[in-house]
């Protein structure tokens, strides 16, 4: 894994992604990832929001989630991302969940580039300056 730094996401378990146990619901971790990573994308001054005004689209193509320990309504917690790596077509993430210092969940999730016609591209080739940008950032 690189060594890319950035502050973890920290976030509050809401009371509307809780189940009828009280722990938060399996699919919210998902999210979890998802703002974890936009934030990460941002700080690192490479917005998936500006991308999109670009013409690029970042789905997600695989996603994986091992749950640890539950999380429950109000818990404080923190997510880090580790980008793992980037090939200019395809892009990967791993994420931890922490509470208390114990990990609650492990995971990561897979993403490509494409189109606004869904047609995948190279940004090596339609967008050099964003391509040598997230190179930096996951050679970091």
């Keep these: 894994m ?3 730094t950035i502050m973890p996401y920290e976030r ?4 509307y992604e809780t ?9 919210n971790y998902f999210r979890y990832f998802e ?4 934030d990460f994308m941002r700080r690192l001054e490479c917005s998936a929001f500006e991308m999109e005004k670009q ?5 997600n193509i695989d996603a994986y ?3 640890i320990r539950p999380i429950r309504y109000e818990d ?17 993430f791993e994420y931890e969940i922490v509470k208390n210092d114990e990990i609650c969940c492990t ?5 490509c580039f494409v189109n606004s016609n869904m047609k995948p591209i190279s940004l090596k080739k339609t967008h050099p300056a964003i391509f040598a940008r997230l190179v930096e950032i996951f050679t970091q």
Excluded: L, W
């Design 2 to 4: 690189k060594n890319t």
């Design 12 to 15: 509050r378990a809401n009371y």
């Design 19 to 27: 189940d009828q146990m009280g722990i938060v619901h399996h699919t």
């Design 35 to 38: 703002e974890a990573r936009m």
């Design 55 to 59: 013409g690029i689209i970042i789905p």
């Design 65 to 67: 989630a091992k749950y």
């Design 76 to 92: 404080c917690f923190k997510i880090i991302v580790k980008p793992v790596s980037f090939t200019g077509a395809k892009m990967k």
């Design 107 to 111: 995971g990561y999730t897979m993403h």
